[in-house]
């Protein structure tokens, strides 16, 4: 089965037309979206219009490319998690499109005996939408805080509540903890998660500077549980200052696209890979990148 993965779009239309054709000219048959999706700042630069903003994308943007998405002939469905900008993420469901699946913290079994599990939180960030942001563990360094910072009130209303990060943060349940209570495969050895936080500390989450903003509770996870596959994105340019894509944990193989950075014209902007689930080694490629195993 062959799968297109991506993340961090950000609601750039041009990447966006590029994962279409691309969908079109690699004949995948299912999509992951690994978060992200939703414009971060909008036109009019406060907050507060994040969520209008982000549901006007989704109503006349994304919506109707999901749909052209799953009328196109090989793709039976399209996998989606939220990012940590992503605020407006639930409007995506309000109306149903047939083939949209939401795996955030949810588990999905495919056809050929696979199974598909998703988680959005990364560990604390320098930024003030902190929805999808979580405490890494008890033990773990944040990096500074802007105070005040926001959240979203309820699903029901496009309100954004300003927020001490620090008392914020500390209330909630950390990554670790979470992790523990996502669905349990029917074999690790035939599982991909696919998670925004790159694992801390590997070749996918690289910043500038050198140094690691992944999770270290995911690379607990992936150390203890040794899956198949994990996806992930959120640190756009870790690929461009690691020189590589993909990592090994163990057996685990894990993959960090990154993001468009260059400013070239003249080359593709999407970072993507594609490959075939049950042949991942031999299969592999990445629209940017062209090393291999």
Known sequence: ???????????????????????????????????????????????????????????????????????????????????????????????????????????????????????????????????????????????????????RASDQTDQLISVDPYLYLRQRETIREDLNRLPMPMDHKRTIYITHSPPFGTRLDFIQGGKSAGSRSIRAFIEKNQPLLTLHGHIHESPELSRTYFDRIGETLSINPGQFTSTSRDASKLHAVTFEMENIDRTLTHTRFHDRF
């Not at 995948?28 to 994308?57: H, R």
């Open 1 to 151: 089965m062959k799968v297109l993965y991506t993340s961090d779009l950000h609601g750039e239309i041009d990447l966006y037309q590029e994962l279409l054709a691309l969908t079109i000219s690699s004949s995948a048959e299912i999509i992951a979206l690994g978060g992200d999706l939703l414009p971060s700042f909008p036109p009019t630069k406060p907050y507060e219009d994040m969520v209008p903003n982000q549901k006007t994308f989704i109503d006349q943007v994304l919506s109707p490319l999901f749909k052209r998405i799953t009328k196109t002939a090989s793709i039976q469905q399209v996998f989606l998690i939220p990012g940590n900008w992503d605020l407006g993420y639930s409007y995506l469901f309000k109306k149903p499109t047939e083939g949209i699946i939401d795996l955030n913290q949810r588990s999905y079994r495919l056809k050929n005996g696979y199974e598909l599990i998703g988680y959005a939180f990364v560990p604390p960030t320098p930024f003030r939408p902190k929805d999808f942001e979580k405490m890494d563990d008890p033990e773990a360094a944040w990096p500074p805080q802007k105070n005040p910072s926001y959240i």
